[in-house]
C-alpha cells in the first residue's frame, strides 16, 4: 500500500470508527449506511429550505412528545422536583407547540440568539488575559464576532450556512463511509 493509502486509513479510523464501529461492520451494512448520509448530506445542501423546515417539525413533535413524558415522570417525584419538572415540561410544551406553528420564525429567534451568543464570546475572547499572548485568541474573537453580527444582520443566511455546513460534512462522511466499505470488500 502507499502512503497516500495509509493516511486515508487513519483518517477514516479516527473519525468514521468510533462513529459506527466500522471494524465490525459489514461492508454491505456500511456501504448502505455511508450512501444514505451521502444522499441525505446531498439533500441538505441542494434543498436546505425544505430540510429546515423537516428537521424544524421533527424537533417540534419531538419537544411535544419529550415535554409529555417529562410531565408525567414530573408528576411521580414529589416536592420541588416535581414543581420544577412540570414548569419545565410546560415550557418545553409551549415552545414545541411553537415550533411547529410558526418553525421559521423558531429558526429565526434560535439563529439570533446563536449570533447574540458568538457576540459575547467573541468580545469575551478579546479581552480574555490569555488572548494577550494569542493570535488565535483574538482571530477567533473577531470570527466570532463577525459572525454573530451577520447572524444579527441576516438569521436566514445564518440558518443556511448551518444546513449547508450540516450537508457538507454528511456528504464527506458519506464518502468516507463508503471508501472504507470498498476496502473492507476487499479485505473479506
Given at each position: 500500500m502507499s502512503e497516500g493509502t495509509n493516511n486515508v486509513e487513519v483518517v477514516?479510523?479516527?473519525i468514521v470508527d468510533p462513529l459506527l464501529n466500522v471494524r465490525k461492520a459489514s461492508p454491505g451494512s456500511l456501504f448502505f449506511q455511508g450512501a444514505l448520509i451521502f444522499l441525505l448530506g446531498l439533500v441538505l445542501v441542494?434543498?436546505?429550505?425544505v430540510s429546515l423546515l423537516v428537521i424544524t417539525i421533527i424537533a417540534g413533535i419531538f419537544m411535544v412528545a419529550n415535554s409529555i413524558l417529562m410531565a408525567v415522570?414530573?408528576?411521580?417525584?414529589?416536592?420541588?422536583?416535581?414543581?420544577?419538572?412540570?414548569?419545565?415540561?410546560?415550557?418545553?410544551?409551549?415552545?414545541?407547540?411553537?415550533?411547529?406553528?410558526?418553525?421559521?420564525?423558531?429558526?429565526?429567534?434560535?439563529i439570533v440568539f446563536i449570533g447574540a451568543w458568538e457576540i459575547i464570546v467573541g468580545v469575551e475572547m478579546l479581552v480574555n488575559k490569555y488572548s494577550a499572548n494569542g493570535g488565535y485568541m483574538k482571530f477567533s474573537g473577531i470570527m466570532s464576532i463577525l459572525v454573530g453580527?451577520?447572524?444579527?444582520?441576516?438569521?436566514?443566511?445564518?440558518?443556511?450556512?448551518?444546513?449547508?455546513?450540516?450537508?457538507?460534512?454528511?456528504?464527506?462522511?458519506?464518502?468516507?463511509?463508503l471508501v472504507s466499505a470498498f476496502r473492507l470488500s476487499r479485505k473479506k
Open positions: 477514516v479510523a479516527q441542494g434543498e436546505p429550505l415522570r414530573a408528576i411521580r417525584d414529589t416536592g420541588k422536583r416535581r414543581t420544577f419538572g412540570l414548569i419545565y415540561s410546560a415550557l418545553v410544551l409551549i415552545l414545541g407547540i411553537l415550533t411547529l406553528l410558526h418553525p421559521l420564525l423558531m429558526n429565526v429567534i434560535w453580527i451577520l447572524f444579527l444582520i441576516w438569521p436566514l443566511f445564518g440558518l443556511m450556512a448551518f444546513i449547508w455546513v450540516a450537508g457538507i460534512l454528511m456528504i464527506a462522511l458519506g464518502i468516507m463511509m
